[in-house]
């Protein structure tokens, strides 16, 4: 079965003004049943936003944390249980955004791969969809394909093996690879490094886990996608889909998701 192709909007922690929140739902107004039943659409409003328009989008948008705790609920101050996303009828959480993993520019603990796999096991063990978001650093990817695959990308592959063995439908696994310098910066990985990338991914899970899951697994692209160069990193055989940031706070998200609906 070919993959679906499945889309995100990452509002990260936007906009100020809760009274925002209207315009950017309509953005995503026109994911109609017809483009919803060609590719799966998500939306991450901040945490604070969230609650208060996860029943505004369409039917079959999936409203999307962009983090989640490793436990459940009780005493874990400031933290979201899947226990929670799943009583608001979320389907679908997204961790491991470079921004957690130490990107912020700031002094806050880096999320390492043990603690992503321990929240993703969370997160499919609950039956959400899972968003596992990695990615290299500038000075990997000026060293080449060899050496970001070795240093960046398998480690924080390799902790989510038992994982894709395990899991039956291997669509409810999804990697959003976004090359940390391309995100935010306007700079987008071209349609030759993005695939490239994307095929060693698929490739080394053919050699970790297995065919099928290599076959079935979808890789998201994330880092400046927009509506100009949709189309074309859309054409790659091994990109499945987008995870957009500045983008989808604008009417041209639209645009992307069509691009690979
Ligand atoms: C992101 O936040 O995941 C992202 C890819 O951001 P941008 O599209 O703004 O580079």
């Given amino acids: 079965m070919p993959r679906k192709p499945i889309v995100g909007g990452n509002w990260k922690c936007n906009p100020v003004e809760h009274a925002k929140l ?8 026109g994911c109609d049943e017809a483009i919803l039943a060609k590719c799966d659409v998500y939306v991450c409003p901040s945490n604070l936003h969230l609650a208060m328009v996860h029943d505004k989008f369409n039917a079959g948008i999936m409203v999307t944390p962009q983090n989640c705790n490793f436990k459940g609920c009780g005493a874990y101050t400031g933290e ?23 990107e912020f520019g700031l002094p806050t603990p880096k999320e390492s791969d043990e603690l992503l796999a321990t929240k993703a096991a969370y997160i499919l063990e609950k039956g959400l969809l ?10 990997l990817r000026e060293k080449g394909l060899d050496a970001l695959m070795a240093e960046a990308i398998i480690p924080q592959l390799a902790v989510l093996v038992p994982l894709l063995k395990g ?8 990697i959003a690879y976004e ?20 095929k060693a991914i698929r490739d080394w899970i053919a050699a970790n886990v297995d065919q099928k899951t290599a076959d ?3 890789i998201q692209y994330g880092g400046s996608a927009n509506a100009k160069n949709a189309p074309e990193l ?3 055989p091994d990109i499945d889909g987008f ?19």
């Fill in 130 to 139: 899972c968003v596992y978001c990695i990615g290299e650093p500038l000075p």
């Fill in 167 to 174: 899991l039956e439908d291997k669509s409810r696994l999804v």
């Fill in 179 to 198: 090359p940390v310098w391309a995100i935010g910066t306007g700079v987008t990985a071209s349609p030759e490094q993005a695939q490239e990338t994307h």
């Fill in 80 to 102: 979201m249980a899947v226990d929670q996303m799943v009583d608001l009828g979320l389907k679908c959480c997204l961790i491991g955004h470079s921004e957690r993993r130490g």
């Fill in 234 to 236: 859309s054409a790659c």
């Fill in 243 to 261: 995870l957009v940031g500045g983008a989808s706070l604008k009417p041209e998200i639209m645009d992307v998701i069509k691009a690979i609906a």
């Fill in 22 to 29: 209207p315009d950017l739902v309509k953005n995503f107004s």
């Fill in 216 to 218: 079935e697994v979808r």
